[in-house]
């Protein structure tokens, strides 16, 4: 029997409905292993290709056969617009079968929740944080809400494969498995995916069993590409000639297939007096002519930039005396602001584009867009595939356009800042997909010990008073924790005590202590990831969103895509008060740090140095790119690591990734400084390190390499009486551990070793 014909009558309904000609490949391989084994799976294909409905449509189907007698899937979501999206897909498809699917998290109404409390059923759509919330005050109920849940489905599992979040996620699967006396099957969909191996040994801890991992046989997608360049301050928009790159099929999925991709005729631009006020930004200006009449996003690295994208581009259109067509969305804007972007982009009338962060970057369905912005370059090839997927539904190929901008480069500047490193980056992340189909893997040695925390504190608050052995039978076997040893945790569950996170009672057990209660009876423990004190921003009655250390009352901020004035700052309460004037001004929020993996530090490399050309590039982008070869070649700094820059003052290349290149930086001040007379080290991470230097080059190759071969403990990198708090739980752990967690777990020396080992002997 095929795929097809064992679904169920009411899943080959919706088929017909919705006018499928076939079942796709990523169905077929998912229905065959759903139904034909018992393992684990993990589903991997390009946006759009049909995931969902491909794990669904066999669970459902099993679902009508054998009724669950309790939830009997549970639907696991990065975001609560991709649960919103994706309730709203599951019930038309279960609403025949008569399957109940229900939707959790902070924004869904008390009452719907109590329905599923009363009639536990169907399938459950819900966010890691709300699975943590659920575990700890409804402790009691899970047996019942979950004694027959089969099937565990994982979205976009490669967003929680990165950080604490993902070992959060894994915990809560173990924890209420373990509760509710059942072993669900795993179901991962992903569509960027470097590791299918690793991923799949992740998915699998602690259920005991393997993961089916289909091959895609997926044909072959064009993508439609461009990169242009701009110097910021320019005060005009170099003006474009159309062209036609030349194009070829790229096959999705296929390790080692030749392929270029597939380039975009770009309309001339209009001159900087037409578009834009003021000293404009010409990126900016660029991407409000080629937004005019269409659907697009325009993706940024960080919400600071979201919002004084936005704002600018709200400028434009005033300057212009046009409409304004310019939406925006992030984590920090109010569940009012984003879901309107999200409603109007669903619109097929509506032709706006959105300004947006990693919020839109998953798999939400915002209907047919028809071109995609990049700027700058994002920091991972996984980040630039998902955001290329958003684009090239309904038949039409992905479309995206990277605007790279830099300031203009000072004539007496220094080699480093000559360097477009943005411009360098994005062709380095383009390539390594196209090339290699590179994507990174999951970091998944680190030493947890802030979700150690953060679990331990959840075990205690929803179980109530349990001896030191009874906690940590609880908490040490999840299979997260593999690399924590007992004596640690002792230590940690010393230091709690100490700090009333914990109370010893008089019969030797373990209660959550009044400095711990605090902790955990605030909505914000749920989440593991790193949050700024937030505060919540309100013009007369509406809620515009939230923002970080506001300013002094009569400061602007940029919030909502707009300039605001503070009127007053309620700090008991959290509260901004504000107008809304005319303006542009930096927005306030924290910077995003970014985790750029080691080959695009190598790729980035043979950029500068290969005389190869890449038709996606167009015609500034072009010239800046011999400019930075030129220079490259002139200095040498693709073939040579460490470059004199006049003087005393020298340069070092090393190509590394983030957290390699952050245990390079320590090993040269805590190493070698001294007797190479280092002073004055000024890092631009990961791209390169300037200092000034008495040694010559000779002695720096030699003291390195010597410092290199004495074994390394990696607590010796770190400063001393440092404290680095890297996760969001660390305040409240023993800064040994701290210090432990941070030297063994971040610092990559492996890496750094490496590359030393690579350098020349003199």
Same mark, same amino acid.
């Given at each position: 029997?095929?795929?097809?014909?064992?679904?169920?009558?009411?899943?080959?309904?919706?088929?017909?409905?919705?006018?499928?000609?076939?079942?796709?490949?990523?169905?077929?391989?998912?229905?065959?292993?759903?139904?034909?084994?018992?393992?684990?799976?993990?589903?991997?294909?390009?946006?759009?290709?049909?995931?969902?409905?491909?794990?669904? #449509?066999?669970?459902?189907?099993?679902?009508?056969?054998?009724?669950?007698?309790?939830?009997?899937?549970?639907?696991?979501?990065?975001?609560?617009?991709?649960?919103?999206?994706?309730?709203?897909?599951?019930?038309?498809?279960?609403?025949?079968?008569?399957?109940?699917?229900?939707?959790?998290?902070?924004?869904? %109404?008390? @009452?719907?929740?109590?329905?599923?409390?009363?009639?536990?059923?169907?399938?459950?759509?819900?966010?890691?944080?709300?699975?943590?919330? =659920?575990?700890?005050?409804?402790?009691?109920?899970?047996?019942?809400?979950?004694?027959?849940?089969?099937?565990?489905?994982?979205?976009?599992?490669?967003?929680?494969?990165?950080?604490?979040?993902?070992?959060?996620?894994?915990?809560?699967?173990?924890?209420?498995?373990?509760?509710?006396?059942?072993?669900?099957?795993?179901?991962?969909?992903?569509?960027?995916?470097?590791?299918?191996?690793?991923?799949?040994?992740?998915?699998?801890?602690?259920?005991?069993?393997?993961?089916?991992?289909?091959?895609?046989?997926?044909?072959?997608?064009?993508?439609?590409? @461009?990169?242009?360049?701009?110097?910021?301050?320019?005060?005009?928009?170099?003006?474009?000639?159309?062209?036609?790159?030349?194009?070829?099929?790229?096959?999705?999925? =296929?390790?080692?297939?030749?392929?270029?991709?597939?380039?975009?005729?770009?309309?001339?631009?209009?001159?900087?007096?037409?578009?834009?006020?003021?000293?404009?930004?010409?990126?900016?200006?660029?991407?409000?002519?080629?937004?005019?009449?269409?659907?697009?996003?325009?993706?940024?690295?960080?919400?600071?930039?979201?919002?004084?994208?936005?704002?600018?581009?709200?400028?434009?259109?005033?300057?212009?005396?046009?409409?304004?067509?310019?939406?925006?969305? +992030?984590?920090?804007?109010?569940?009012?602001?984003?879901?309107?972007? /999200?409603?109007?982009?669903?619109?097929?009338?509506?032709?706006?584009?959105?300004?947006?962060?990693?919020?839109?970057?998953?798999?939400?369905?915002?209907?047919?867009?028809?071109?995609?912005?990049?700027?700058?370059?994002?920091?991972?090839?996984?980040? #630039?595939?998902?955001? !290329?997927?958003?684009? *090239?539904?309904?038949?039409?190929?992905?479309?995206?356009?990277?605007?790279?901008?830099?300031?203009?480069?000072?004539?007496?500047?220094?080699?480093?800042?000559?360097?477009?490193?943005?411009?360098?980056?994005?062709? %380095?992340?383009?390539?390594?997909?196209?090339?290699?189909?590179?994507? /990174?893997?999951?970091?998944?040695?680190?030493?947890?010990?802030?979700?150690?925390?953060?679990?331990?504190? @959840?075990?205690?608050?929803?179980?109530?008073?349990?001896?030191?052995?009874?906690?940590?039978?609880?908490?040490?076997?999840?299979?997260? #924790?593999?690399?924590?040893?007992?004596?640690?945790?002792?230590?940690?569950?010393? +230091?709690?005590?100490?700090?009333? +996170?914990?109370?010893?009672?008089?019969?030797?057990?373990?209660?959550?202590?009044?400095?711990?209660?605090?902790?955990?009876?605030?909505?914000?423990?749920?989440?593991?990831?790193?949050?700024?004190?937030?505060?919540?921003?309100?013009?007369?009655?509406?809620?515009?969103?939230?923002?970080?250390?506001?300013?002094?009352?009569?400061?602007?901020?940029?919030? %909502?895509?707009?300039?605001?004035?503070?009127?007053?700052?309620?700090?008991?309460?959290?509260?901004?008060?504000?107008?809304?004037?005319? *303006?542009?001004?930096?927005?306030?929020?924290?910077?995003?740090?970014?985790?750029?993996?080691?080959?695009?530090?190598?790729?980035?490399?043979?950029?500068?140095?290969?005389?190869?050309?890449?038709?996606?590039? !167009?015609?500034?982008?072009?010239?800046?790119?011999?400019?930075?070869?030129?220079?490259?070649?002139?200095?040498?700094?693709?073939?040579?690591?460490?470059?004199?820059?006049?003087?005393? =003052?020298?340069?070092?290349?090393?190509?590394?990734?983030?957290?390699?290149?952050?245990?390079?930086?320590?090993?040269?001040?805590?190493?070698?400084?001294?007797?190479?007379?280092?002073?004055?080290?000024?890092?631009?991470?990961?791209?390169?390190?300037?200092?000034?230097?008495?040694?010559?080059?000779?002695?720096?190759?030699?003291?390195?390499?010597?410092?290199?071969?004495?074994?390394?403990?990696?607590?010796?990198?770190?400063?001393?009486?440092?404290?680095?708090?890297?996760?969001?739980?660390?305040?409240?752990?023993?800064?040994?551990?701290?210090?432990?967690?941070?030297?063994?777990?971040?610092?990559?020396?492996?890496? =750094?070793?490496?590359?030393?080992?690579?350098?020349?002997?003199?």
């Amino acid at each position: 029997m095929g795929v097809f014909e064992r679904y169920a009558p009411f899943v080959q309904d919706f088929i017909y409905r919705n006018r499928w000609e076939n079942l796709r490949a990523i169905q077929v391989a998912a229905g065959d292993a759903i139904f034909n084994t018992d393992e684990n799976v993990l589903l991997s294909a390009s946006t759009a290709s049909g995931k969902t409905e491909a794990a669904f #449509f066999p669970i459902l189907t099993l679902f009508s056969e054998d009724a669950p007698r309790t939830v009997g899937a549970i639907y696991i979501g990065p975001l609560k617009a991709l649960i919103n999206d994706q309730f709203m897909r599951l019930n038309d498809l279960c609403e025949e079968a008569h399957i109940p699917v229900w939707h959790w998290h902070g924004d869904v %109404a008390q @009452s719907h929740k109590n329905k599923l409390l009363k009639h536990p059923s169907g399938i459950l759509q819900i966010t890691p944080e709300s699975l943590e919330a =659920m575990l700890l005050h409804k402790h009691a109920d899970i047996s019942r809400l979950f004694g027959d849940l089969r099937f565990i489905v994982i979205d976009e599992v490669h967003s929680l494969m990165r950080g604490d979040r993902g070992g959060q996620t894994l915990c809560l699967m173990e924890r209420l498995s373990r509760l509710a006396g059942v072993n669900p099957r795993r179901i991962g969909l992903s569509a960027t995916l470097g590791d299918l191996q690793s991923t799949g040994n992740f998915l699998a801890s602690g259920t005991g069993r393997g993961t089916v991992i289909p091959r895609i046989d997926a044909k072959g997608v064009k993508w439609r590409l @461009s990169m242009e360049h701009f110097y910021i301050g320019e005060g005009r928009v170099p003006e474009m000639t159309e062209r036609m790159p030349d194009t070829s099929d790229i096959s999705e999925g =296929m390790p080692g297939a030749s392929g270029i991709s597939d380039g975009i005729s770009l309309p001339s631009a209009e001159k900087s007096s037409d578009i834009a006020p003021g000293d404009a930004d010409p990126g900016i200006g660029y991407i409000f002519e080629h937004t005019r009449g269409k659907k697009c996003l325009v993706f940024v690295n960080s919400r600071e930039e979201c919002e004084v994208i936005t704002t600018t581009l709200r400028q434009y259109c005033e300057t212009k005396n046009e409409p304004d067509r310019f939406l925006i969305h +992030h984590g920090n804007l109010s569940t009012a602001y984003r879901e309107t972007a /999200e409603s109007v982009m669903k619109d097929e009338e509506q032709f706006q584009t959105t300004v947006t962060t990693a919020t839109l970057e998953l798999g939400i369905d915002i209907g047919r867009l028809e071109r995609a912005f990049q700027i700058d370059a994002p920091f991972t090839v996984s980040s #630039f595939l998902q955001r !290329m997927g958003r684009t *090239g539904r309904r038949n039409l190929p992905p479309e995206m356009w990277f605007v790279m901008r830099e300031e203009v480069p000072e004539a007496r500047a220094m080699l480093p800042a000559t360097i477009p490193w943005s411009l360098i980056q994005g062709i %380095a992340l383009v390539q390594l997909y196209m090339e290699e189909r590179f994507v /990174e893997p999951p970091k998944l040695d680190r030493l947890p010990y802030s979700l150690l925390y953060h679990q331990t504190m @959840s075990t205690l608050a929803s179980c109530g008073e349990m001896t030191p052995q009874a906690l940590a039978s609880r908490v040490l076997p999840l299979s997260y #924790f593999y690399r924590i040893s007992q004596e640690d945790y002792k230590k940690m569950l010393r +230091h709690l005590i100490q700090i009333n +996170h914990i109370e010893q009672t008089e019969n030797g057990g373990l209660i959550v202590g009044i400095t711990g209660e605090r902790i955990t009876n605030n909505f914000r423990f749920y989440a593991v990831f790193q949050e700024d004190e937030e505060y919540t921003v309100r013009s007369a009655s509406e809620e515009l969103g939230t923002i970080v250390k506001p300013p002094p009352v009569g400061e602007k901020i940029a919030i %909502a895509g707009h300039a605001w004035v503070v009127d007053e700052v309620d700090h008991k309460r959290h509260l901004v008060y504000c107008t809304q004037v005319k *303006g542009k001004i930096p927005a306030y929020f924290g910077q995003c740090p970014g985790d750029v993996h080691t080959r695009v530090l190598e790729r980035m490399r043979d950029v500068l140095a290969e005389e190869k050309s890449y038709p996606y590039l !167009m015609e500034h982008a072009v010239k800046r790119l011999s400019e930075a070869r030129d220079t490259a070649l002139y200095s040498g700094i693709s073939k040579d690591p460490l470059i004199c820059l006049g003087g005393e =003052m020298w340069c070092l290349f090393p190509w590394l990734g983030s957290y390699s290149f952050l245990a390079l930086e320590r090993f040269l001040r805590i190493r070698c400084a001294k007797e190479l007379k280092l002073s004055g080290m000024d890092s631009s991470r990961p791209y390169f390190i300037q200092f000034k230097m008495k040694a010559g080059r000779e002695e720096f190759f030699r003291v390195v390499k010597e410092a290199a071969k004495i074994p390394i403990d990696p607590m010796e990198l770190l400063y001393p009486k440092e404290e680095p708090l890297f996760e969001k739980y660390d305040e409240f752990l023993p800064v040994e551990l701290v210090r432990k967690g941070f030297a063994y777990g971040i610092l990559d020396i492996k890496g =750094m070793l490496e590359r030393i080992g690579q350098w020349p002997t003199q």
